[in-house]
């Protein structure tokens, strides 16, 4: 039955193709700003350098000092060159790191942001805001922040190697997943969070396969813009504050975390959604949602071991204990035992089974 339902759309303009980047300028010239800064990583300085030469007299330079989480200092650095430079408009190329920067430019000075995603992290599709000061991160969520156009160019992310490629696929499906028994959870949103993990999950394999796929990579690319506007549009549960707690407190890298703990979250999670674990089964085409996750992770390559990405077996305690302090939505309750079994599991690599950790 079609039950009650809130949708609160979020605002979003997506240029998505092949070729794509190179309407880039009448992008930014639609928006109205004349001095554009292009953000990167130093590892994507070539990339960024391309863009820049393609706005030409639009951009004013380069900053290419993004990194993980967003610390402040990095983002007071681009401030700095914001002002100097009189910037009125920021062009974010890159994976989250990047459009994570771009977000806190904008956080304070309310610019336009052009993101040109060359990752699937998916958060140009965001109102969400991660951030660290002094080992702390906070997170809040604000309009503000969205980027208000997202140029989705599939030549951009055949660089993106095939390992990486499946971790930031694997965190691109763990959005959908939870979406799909979100507290505010709604029929608009599910029917995007089903095709976007369909769509992944017939491109990742063939990208391991072949990484300039392009049929692959553009159908990989449809799925996670999908995801993400999942992700920005309903809240999520266990499994990302499971990795929040894991990233934040142990260390452990972003979209690797993801990738391992998903099918085990999903198990946890299947007793108190049994409708939104059968679509995601049928979405993987497989038995049961946890077992398709974790043989998805398998089939890619990726790791399914929390052991195989820096925890340590000491610290599953004090992780349980983390995981489980502060109560938040999710299907089933959270409790420490089947938490401890849930990360323990995680932790060896086990194939978790249908109906719970
Ligand atoms: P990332 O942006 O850190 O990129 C990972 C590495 O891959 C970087 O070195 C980057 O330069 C490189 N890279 C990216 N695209 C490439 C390409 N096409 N070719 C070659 N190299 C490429 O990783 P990510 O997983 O995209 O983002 C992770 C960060 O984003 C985390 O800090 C996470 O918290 C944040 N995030 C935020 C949201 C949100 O809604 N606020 C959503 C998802 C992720």
Same mark, same amino acid.
């Given at each position: ?260 703990? /998903?099918?085990?979250? !999903? @198990?946890?999670?299947?007793? *108190?959604?049994? #409708? %939104?674990?059968?679509?995601? =089964?049928?979405? +993987? ?14 089939? /890619?390559?990726?790791? !399914? @071991?929390?052991?195989?990405? *820096?925890?340590? #077996? %000491?610290?599953?305690?004090? =992780?349980?204990? +983390? ?33 719970? =950790?």
């Amino acid at each position: 039955m079609l039950e009650n339902f809130v949708f609160d759309g979020l605002p979003m303009r997506v240029i998505f193709g092949d070729g794509t980047l190179a309407r880039l300028p009448e992008e930014v010239e639609r928006l109205g700003p004349k001095r554009v800064l292009v953000l990167c990583t130093p590892e994507q300085r070539e990339q960024a350098s391309q863009v820049a030469a393609l706005l030409g007299g639009l951009s004013v330079g380069i900053f290419d000092q993004a990194t993980m989480h967003t610390p402040v200092s990095v983002t007071e650095a681009a401030l700095a060159v914001v002002r100097d430079g009189k910037v009125d408009g920021v062009v974010s190329v890159g994976g989250g790191s990047t459009i994570g920067l771009g977000k806190a430019i904008a956080l304070r000075t309310d610019l336009p942001q052009v993101a040109v995603p060359t990752t699937y992290a998916g958060s140009e599709m965001t109102p969400i805001i991660g951030e660290t000061k002094d080992g702390e991160k906070t997170t809040q969520r604000t309009r503000r922040v969205l980027p208000e156009t997202t140029v989705y160019d599939v030549a951009l992310t055949l660089t993106l190697p095939p390992a990486i490629s499946a971790t930031s696929g694997m965190n691109a499906i763990a959005h959908a997943v939870e979406a799909l028994y979100a507290e505010e959870r709604n029929p608009i949103i599910s029917l995007m969070a089903e095709a976007a993990i369909a769509a992944l999950a017939r491109a990742l394999p063939a990208i391991i396969d072949d990484a300039q796929d392009r049929s692959a990579r553009r159908e990989a690319l449809y799925g996670a813009w999908l995801c993400g506007v999942a992700l920005g549009s309903v809240g999520m549960a266990l499994h990302h504050k499971l990795c929040h707690v894991l990233g934040g407190s142990f260390d452990l890298p972003h979209a690797p975390t993801h990738t391992v703990v /998903l099918p085990h979250a !999903v @198990a946890y999670n299947t007793p *108190g959604a049994p #409708e %939104a674990m059968a679509r995601v =089964a049928s979405a +993987l085409g497989a038995k049961d949602a946890a077992g398709g996750l974790y043989d998805l992770a398998k089939r /890619l390559g990726a790791p !399914v @071991a929390l052991s195989a990405i *820096g925890m340590k #077996e %000491a610290d599953l305690d004090r =992780a349980v204990t +983390l995981a489980a302090a502060k109560p938040y939505p999710n299907p089933r309750p959270v409790a420490a035992d089947p938490l401890r079994r849930l990360l323990h599991n995680a932790y060896f690599g086990i194939r978790p089974e249908a109906g719970g =950790a």
